[in-house]
């Protein structure tokens, strides 16, 4: 398996020291994000990503994923930024679609990171039928994009994050069933299914088995007090050091291994959101995450 670094995790204003850092370190990858010279991927333009594409390039690494927040952009309180069954927003999004398809042909990056639609307000308690509708319509509008990548040689990656349609495995697992197309495909944030409540396990891995092409790793700490019977594992409280955290990350790591032994595994440790004790300096935590997962998987990236 081959590791990568999200390169504003690396904490560096400059674009190329980042790159150096990420090379320094032995990442074969990187995922792009933030922190490209004062540019995200979604305001970067065309000519600035060639030029540091040849950055990348020059360092020996390889662009694996451009992480968008653009495509149906998460909002995590207030309300939501568009009305998922807002023909206009799609269209918007196709857009968004193309100038990113474009940027990842700059990049030489096969992947492109986006959102399911979002989760509407007391989605959970939904009768069935109206969460089925939902559902469906997430399936369609997130396979349309997957034919339109296709025209463009690329593959969409959908994260799970808490505020979207697809938050956890199941949620995960039957949007590939539904969608079944060879260009639309899983980022796994595996702790960011323990935010949404369902605690990460094989069993809930088993949901999306085969379907993972890229993997953010990241630790977690849980709520003080927080195990009872319905939170056997107890509540995700904060990001943290992996190997230092409350989550046991082997079994899953060795399962990902077996099952989708081609997927990248990407660093994105939240650093920002770390408590004061844990913040030691982004390229050192980065540094033991790495060396963490290498321990586990017994491989040297």
């Known amino acids: 398996m081959k590791f990568s670094i999200v ?31 004062g540019d995200t991927i979604d305001t970067i333009s065309v000519e600035k990503a060639r030029q540091l594409g040849e950055v990348v390039k020059k360092h020996g690494l390889k662009v694996a ?22 023909e206009g927003h799609h269209h918007e999004m196709t857009e968004q679609l193309r100038r990113l398809f474009d940027l990842a042909d700059a990049f030489s990056a096969p992947n ?22 939902e559902y469906q319509h997430n399936t369609a509008v997130l396979l349309a994009h997957a034919e339109h990548a296709q025209t463009r040689g690329k593959v969409i990656l959908v994260e799970n994050e808490p505020p979207t349609l697809a938050n956890n495995c199941v949620e995960l697992g039957e949007l590939m069933k539904n969608t079944n197309h060879p260009n639309l495909k899983l980022n796994w944030d595996i702790v960011n299914g323990w935010r949404t409540g369902e605690f990460p396990t094989v069993e809930k891995y088993e949901h999306i088995k ?25 509540r ?11 989550f046991e990350h082997v079994e899953i790591m060795t399962a990902l291994a077996k099952h989708d032994p081609e997927a990248i595994l990407t660093i994105d ?7 004061q004790q844990d913040k030691i300096g982004e390229v050192e935590v980065v540094r033991q995450t790495k060396e963490f997962f290498e321990k586990i998987l017994k491989v040297k990236a």
């Open 7 to 37: 390169t504003d995790m690396l904490g560096k204003e400059s674009f190329e020291e980042a790159i150096a850092n990420a090379k320094e370190l032995g990442f074969d990858y990187v995922e792009l994000r933030a922190k490209l010279d």
């Open 65 to 86: 994923t451009l992480s968008s927040w653009a495509v149906n952009s998460c909002t995590f309180s207030g309300p939501p930024k568009y009305d998922n069954y807002d």
């Open 112 to 133: 492109v990171r986006i959102y399911s639609l979002h989760r509407r307000e007391g989605f959970d308690t939904l009768p069935p039928e109206e969460k089925e509708k």
């Open 210 to 234: 085969g379907h993972v092409a890229s993997v953010h790793l990241k630790g977690a700490s849980r709520e003080v007090n927080s195990i009872s019977n319905e939170f056997s594992h107890g």
């Open 236 to 246: 995700f409280n904060n990001f943290a050091i992996a190997g230092e955290d409350d």
């Open 269 to 275: 440790t939240h650093y920002p959101s770390f408590y």
